[in-house]
């Protein structure tokens, strides 16, 4: 079991940054790919980035890229999101997930663990 803690959300501007983080415990951090979804309100969860497990490989919804980065630690079991020039529709819950997969997937149903969420609310 891989378990997920998002922390950093919170309420900013539109045009600020803000910077997720998602610590994990359990099993081997390091040889998971890891990802961050999220969900508007009245919408699906969507993709938004994923990072392989050596960092090597980064993949980004088309609505992000240019705009937020994510990246990992694997000596702290933590992952990251950097977010910026922030949007009103970038408002969501932010979900972190990780899946012992090798390759950087978009679905819901390809990631086996996911976190509680952590709000983002974007003012314009």
């Known amino acids: 079991q891989v378990q997920l803690v998002e922390s950093g959300g919170g309420l900013v501007q539109a045009g600020g940054s803000l910077r997720l983080s998602c610590a994990a415990s359990?099993?081997?951090?390091?040889?998971?790919?890891m990802g961050w979804f999220r969900r508007a309100p009245g919408k699906e969860r969507e993709f938004v980035a994923a990072?392989?497990?050596?960092?090597?490989?980064?993949r980004y919804a088309d609505s992000v890229k240019g705009r937020f980065t994510i990246s990992r630690d694997n000596a702290k079991n933590t992952e990251y999101l950097q977010m910026n020039s922030l949007k009103p529709e970038d408002t969501a819950v932010y979900y972190c997930?990780?899946?012992?997969?090798?390759?950087?997937?978009?679905?819901?149903?390809?990631?086996?663990?996911w976190g509680q969420g952590t709000q983002v609310t974007v003012s314009s």
């Open positions: 997930v990780a899946d012992s997969s090798a390759i950087l997937r978009v679905g819901i149903n390809d990631y086996d663990y």
């Open positions: 359990g099993r081997t951090f390091s040889r998971y790919t």
């Open positions: 990072i392989t497990w050596d960092s090597v490989r980064t």
